[in-house]
């Protein structure tokens, strides 16, 4: 699970992971194995996109799930695991498979267009030291995706930052790595602020 794999097309992945499941049911287990010989690129992107995929990601609990996925994949990242752990409980919560090809297709030709952009470029920021620093934002991303998912809409912010950052080390595209920890930044500064007003509005 180096970052030192190959490039990935985003379409491709996506479509891969449409077809890990062969029964009427999509389990968690099921879709990250059948990228666990890649990078956490696209571990990371799966969960992250899921959150804000129309028709899945407002499914009850979607947000928090896919928020806890995106930390235990982080945490891993962080820590360079050649082999990714989740708890049972999470690898065993699934969605209908018509519901997860039906968001496939409605992301589908936003991810053709976007293999159409990324390309591997400023490399210079997936080697060491940087993943640390990236693993770091992650981290701070799927918590900051619990505090934004209290405001409806909002988990979008911070998941948007990682799904840049994860587009970019699937295809080792440093370009989106870069915009994807500025915009993570700014996301996580202001979670403190939101954190605020929940609290003020609970008040």
Known sequence: MAQTSRPSRLADLFDQAAEASPSDRVAVGDVLD????RSY???????ALISVLPGVGALPGVTWTTAALCLFISIQFLFQRR???????????????????????????????????THPRFRLVLKPPAPVFIALMCVALSLAMFVYSLVPGGVVIPAAALILIAIGLT??????????????????????????RVASHIG
């Open 41 to 47: 690129g696209p571990l990371l992107l799966l969960p």
């Open 34 to 37: 059948s990228l666990a010989h």
């Open 171 to 196: 295809t080792h595209d440093g370009i989106f790595v870069i915009t994807g920890t500025v915009t993570g930044s700014a996301a996580v500064s202001a979670t403190g602020w939101l954190i605020a």
């Open 83 to 117: 082999s990714l752990w989740l708890p049972g409980g999470l690898r065993k919560l699934h969605v209908s498979q018509s519901a997860f090809e039906n968001g496939v297709h409605a992301a589908r030709p936003w991810l053709r267009r976007l293999d159409g952009f």
